[in-house]
């Protein structure tokens, strides 16, 4: 049957928007894990990242500051078995970017959880995708990415970070669901890559009118199976 896991990857926008709204986005989807870009990475972000945390009624597993703003929370239903940060090389003039992972446990299931946020400057992306491909290569459990590429399906750093891994919307015929921005969705950025031998049961980018004060993307939410490892 394999252990069901409920999924969310999100970018928050720094919470600049309705954080009224933002927690209660997440806190009606109930997910398990919630794989945050654009979180706190500045002054006091562990307690920053604590209350948003306490918020969605999740606790922090990893990231912050040390994975410059990408950021991991669970549920008490997930065991943390390990976590590390991934910082990218800095193009001078760029902000420095990065990725969290956490090595977790869910009933009979193990897997990794990561995050990441893309450049904006399309030279920038493709060594920044080639960083985080690594650090999801070097996985030893099956690998759940969530991230902001700031960029499409069609661009050359989604093709890296993909690589080997399952596009959640394709495998649930959703691709034509669009991520940002929320004021006029024009693109897909925002996606969910899944081990191949994961099971993608549901899909959805969340449109609402509360979504669209939370934040300047929509939420990916995502139900699936992992395979049970005893």
């Not at 399906?153 to 989604?158: H, L, R």
């Not at 950025?189 to 994961?198: E, N, S, T, Y």
Request: aromatic content about 6%; some cysteine; glycine content about 8%.
């Amino acid at each position: 049957m394999g252990v069901p896991l409920r999924v969310v990857s999100y970018n928050i926008h720094s919470q600049r928007d309705d954080t009224a709204a933002l927690a209660a986005v997440v806190r009606a989807a109930t997910p398990d894990v919630v794989i945050v870009q654009e979180g706190p990475r500045r002054f006091r972000w562990r307690q920053k990242s604590a209350t948003l945390a306490e918020s969605f009624g999740l606790v922090v597993a990893a990231g912050g500051l040390p994975a410059l703003g990408n950021l991991l929370l669970t549920s008490l239903r997930v065991q943390v078995r390990g976590t590390r940060c991934q910082r990218f090389p800095l193009t001078p003039g760029r902000h420095l970017r990065g990725a969290a992972y956490a090595d977790c446990r869910v009933g009979d299931a193990q897997f990794t959880l990561a995050g990441s946020h893309l450049s904006t400057d399309p030279a920038e992306r493709p060594s920044q995708a080639a960083e985080f491909k690594r650090g999801l290569d070097a996985a030893t459990s099956p690998v759940l990415a969530g991230a902001d590429l700031n960029e499409g399906p069609d661009g050359p750093a989604w093709a890296t970070v993909s690589r080997g891994l399952t596009d959640a919307a394709v495998a649930a015929d959703r691709a034509e669901r669009l991520t940002f921005p929320c004021a006029d969705p024009r693109r897909r950025i925002d996606a969910l890559f899944v081990d191949p031998r994961i099971t993608v049961v549901d899909y959805d980018v969340v449109d609402t009118p509360q979504t669209r004060r939370a934040s300047d993307h929509f939420p990916v939410l995502v139900d699936l199976l992992l395979p049970a490892t005893g």
